[in-house]
Nanobody, 117 residues
Framework: QLQASGGGLVQTGDSLRLSCRAPSNTITRGTTAWFRQAPGKEREFVAATGRGSYYAESVKDRFTISTDNAKNTVDLQMNSLKPEDTAVYYC???????????????WGQGTQVTVSS
């Protein structure tokens, strides 16, 4: 149900915009979030939107999550990228806001973001 896109290979300090296409009722009804998973690490919360916008401390002030109701997408604008942002990024949807990936019912396929130093 969710389709993530927009990843790529960039250099430190560059920007990327990820997009998550979802059914309109998914976006308007609950929470849509972005998670990421680096090799050998657990999947971690990045940002979420629903009743407000929420960010992990590591991306706050650099990433912005937004909803485009006309396109049925939830986008993640990533600025000032760092090598430690390298990961597979997943979008997810669920009923309520949670920092835990286990609380989300629907997942996109993931899109790779690689930031070179």
């Amino acid at each position: 149900q969710l389709q993530a896109s927009g990843g790529g290979l960039v250099q430190t300090g560059d920007s990327l915009r990820l997009s998550c296409r979802a059914p309109s009722n998914t976006i308007t009804r609950g929470t849509t979030a972005w998670f990421r998973q680096a090799p050998g690490k657990e999947r971690e919360f990045v940002a979420a939107t629903g009743r407000g916008s929420y960010y992990a401390e590591s991306v706050k002030d650099r990433f912005t999550i937004s909803t485009d109701n006309a396109k049925n997408t939830v986008d993640l604008q990533m600025n000032s990228l760092k090598p430690e942002d390298t990961a597979v990024y997943y979008c997810a949807a669920g009923e309520g806001l949670s920092w835990s990936p286990w609380e989300y019912d629907y997942w996109g396929q993931g899109t790779q973001v690689t930031v070179s130093s």
